[in-house]
């Protein structure tokens, strides 16, 4: 079965830390990568597309390693809203059309 | 726009028992899919709809059925619940269904508990 590693956490970080989270695949033909976000008891929402050249939103950056077949996401400045779990998701190419591969997601809570 | 809706929110079920979840997207997406998540096991792929009129399976098929009723609704039915369904269940979409390229919507989700 193609698989998404990811650190479950949690992450307990106070306000204002940078926290990273990684994220290791094993379909070595996968093309596209994404970082999803999910609130409690919520649906996972995208939170960023990952490209080769790496790419910032904000305090948000992701890059993409794809020798060693990992992802990163770098938070800076955490804020309590982005308290959530993390959900490293892949295109399982040479699969199902539309098939992504979801991680377990990771676990981030931020403190006053 | 609503987005992705799915009824019902919550459903209680006895084992043997049938039922439909209902989603509907109002993006004039072309691929609908269904998903179930479980603790500790991440999202999984039941059924997918690349487009209008063709299904297939994903991952975890077993246990259910769906239909493609037009390009906006796609509903998942459990014909004979057990316990190991209960889940919750999310449907999304996303516009070309073309092999994971883009992003999918999810709606808010149905808490599915069968006793």
């Known amino acids: 079965r193609k698989e998404v590693e990811q650190d479950p956490g949690p992450f307990n970080v106070p306000e204002g830390a940078t926290v990273a989270f990684n994220c290791t695949y094993s379909?070595?033909?996968?093309?596209?990568f994404f970082w999803y976000r999910q609130d409690c008891r919520k649906e996972p929402k995208l939170l960023m597309s990952v490209y080769s050249s790496g790419n910032e939103d904000g305090r948000f950056t992701a890059q993409l390693n794809r020798a060693s077949q990992y992802i990163s996401l770098l938070i800076r400045d955490s804020k309590l809203s982005d308290s959530a779990t993390y959900l490293c998701v892949v295109n399982n190419y040479g699969g199902s059309q539309g098939n992504l591969i979801f991680g377990k997601g990771t676990k981030l809570s931020v403190k006053p | 726009n609503a987005g992705v809706t799915q009824t019902p929110k919550f459903q209680v079920l006895k084992t043997g028992q049938s039922m439909t979840l209902q989603c509907a997207q109002d993006?004039?997406?072309?691929?609908m899919y269904w998903y179930r998540q479980d603790p500790g096991m991440g999202l999984r792929l039941i059924y997918y709809s690349a487009s209008e009129g063709t299904t297939d399976k994903g991952e975890v098929p077993n246990g259910y059925n769906v239909s493609r009723l037009n390009k906006r609704e796609f509903s998942l039915r459990l014909e004979s619940a057990a316990p190991s369904q209960t889940s919750v269940y999310f449907c999304?979409?996303?516009?070309?269904?073309?092999?994971?390229?883009?992003?999918?919507?999810f709606g808010p989700g149905t808490r599915l508990l069968v006793l």
């Open positions: 379909n070595s033909a996968s093309q596209s």
């Open positions: 993006m004039n997406h072309n691929s």
């Open positions: 999304a979409s996303s516009e070309l269904g073309g092999g994971g390229q883009e992003t999918q919507y």
